[in-house]
């Protein structure tokens, strides 16, 4: 039977980023992938905001690997030319509640030790987002926008530069624990099914990561690593250039989404979204009957948007491990060998910040493999 070092599973932000980081070291590495290609799923269906790490519990994954993937982001962008912008951040109170709310979101950044978020005057109010209604406004300067397809482009060409053998296509079905490493079964194209040993598996599988525990046989019930299904839709634009949009706007963010915003993308559109509601299927159509709900929402800050100006766009689906009603759930991101599952690490609830923590997580992932 073949083996490999490590087998990770799942070619998402979170399996790019830790194959190309795990390949400085030079060990043999495989990608398995049940689509055609790389970020078919929740990597390319998001609002493609680099976050600055302002809703998260102080101490928490969340938190620090945000911060710190934000960092190596933007260095990575810079050093290799990935379309990247930072545009800065809004978050805007529309009435009296909201701005108790954003206050809220104030006190907890400052909490979190993050000391670059400052209330903005009403002159800068009107000099940064003049089309917007704000009665009190919150500025982040480190947040931005990129382009995730590239981003995925680079990891993707830096893995493969150092060796990394990507199968796409292919479906992990089973995993055997054995007594050194596992014996992963994989069902290719044609519906044949290949054994192969791994030493160590990372488990980056995204929506299906509590599946793929279970098949290697962790009590995902036990741990609390079920997850649920989270949509978010977006619409889009159809006339940007009415607007003077050229920074992030966004309500207070509710339980469990950042609430609808508007987002500059780096092909000058903007978007709008995501909504926020728990599902059962993955479906990635948008329901086009949510037009009028999406309208209202952006009306109380975008006084000039008419209902005609929305286009249905795209939806993806966060892969929550906190269930409908739930309190703040964090990632996990942890080696299993004190459940008996040496060298098995799983990712599992990568949802919003995925996007931005990805290096930050991958360098956790050298640290533990
Ligand atoms: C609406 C929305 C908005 C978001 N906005 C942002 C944002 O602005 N900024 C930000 O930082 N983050 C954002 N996120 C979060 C971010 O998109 C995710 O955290 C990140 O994409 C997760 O990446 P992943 O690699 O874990 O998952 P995925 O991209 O879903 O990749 C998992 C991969 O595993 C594969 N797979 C699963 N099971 C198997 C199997 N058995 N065999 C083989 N392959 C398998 C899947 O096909 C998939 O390709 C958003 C998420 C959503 C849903």
């Given at each position: 039977m073949e083996k490999v070092d490590t087998v990770i599973i799942g070619a998402g932000i979170i399996g790019l980023s830790c194959a190309a980081k795990l390949a400085e070291e030079n060990t043999s590495i495989v990608v398995i992938e049940e689509n055609a290609s790389f970020g078919q799923e929740t990597s390319s269906r998001?609002?493609?905001?680099i976050h600055a790490g302002l809703y998260y519990r102080p101490g928490s994954l969340k938190l620090t690997c945000c911060v710190r993937g934000k960092e190596l982001l933007y260095q990575l962008c810079k050093k290799n030319r990935i379309p990247y912008r930072k545009t800065g951040k809004l978050i805007i109170a529309?009435?009296?509640?909201?701005?108790?709310?954003?206050?809220?979101i104030f006190q907890n950044v400052i909490q979190c030790g993050i000391t670059t978020l400052r209330y903005l005057s009403r002159k800068e109010i009107s000099s940064y987002a003049p089309d917007v209604n704000a009665r009190t406004a919150l500025f982040s300067p480190e947040s931005g926008i990129i382009?995730?397809?590239?981003?995925m482009q680079f990891?993707?060409?830096?893995?493969?530069?150092?060796?990394v053998v990507f199968s796409f296509s292919t479906e992990v079905v089973r995993i055997r624990k054995e007594s050194s490493g596992y014996t992963v079964t994989v069902k290719e194209p044609q519906g044949t099914e290949f054994a192969f040993q791994a030493e160590k598996i990372i488990n980056c599988g995204g929506l299906h990561s509590d599946n793929i525990a279970s098949l290697?046989?962790?009590?995902?019930?036990?741990?609390?690593?079920?997850?649920?299904?989270?949509k978010g839709q977006y619409f889009r634009l159809g006339n940007p250039q009415k607007?003077?949009?050229a920074r992030l706007i966004y309500p207070?963010?509710?339980?469990?989404?950042?609430?609808?915003?508007?987002?500059?993308?780096?092909?000058?559109?903007l978007r709008v979204g995501p909504d926020s509601y728990y599902c059962r299927e993955i479906d990635y159509t948008v329901d086009i009957g949510q037009k009028q709900r999406f309208y209202e929402e952006i009306k109380k800050f975008l006084p000039e948007v008419t209902i005609?100006?929305?286009?249905?766009?795209?939806?993806?689906?966060?892969?929550k491990l906190q269930a409908e009603h739930e309190d703040f759930r964090d990632f996990v991101i942890k080696e299993e060998s004190d459940q008996g599952f040496p060298g098995f690490i799983n990712l599992i609830g990568i949802e919003s910040p995925g996007l931005t923590a990805a290096l930050a997580i991958a360098e956790k992932i050298l640290d533990m493999s």
């Open positions: 998001n609002s493609e905001v529309a009435d009296r509640a909201e701005e108790a709310k954003i206050e809220d382009d995730s397809h590239s981003y990891l993707y060409q830096t893995a493969l530069d150092r060796g290697a046989g962790i009590d995902i019930e036990r741990n609390h690593y079920k997850i649920h299904y989270c607007y003077s949009i207070p963010a509710t339980g469990v989404s950042l609430g609808i915003h508007i987002t500059p993308d780096m092909a000058g559109g005609a100006e929305l286009i249905g766009d795209t939806a993806g689906i966060r892969p």
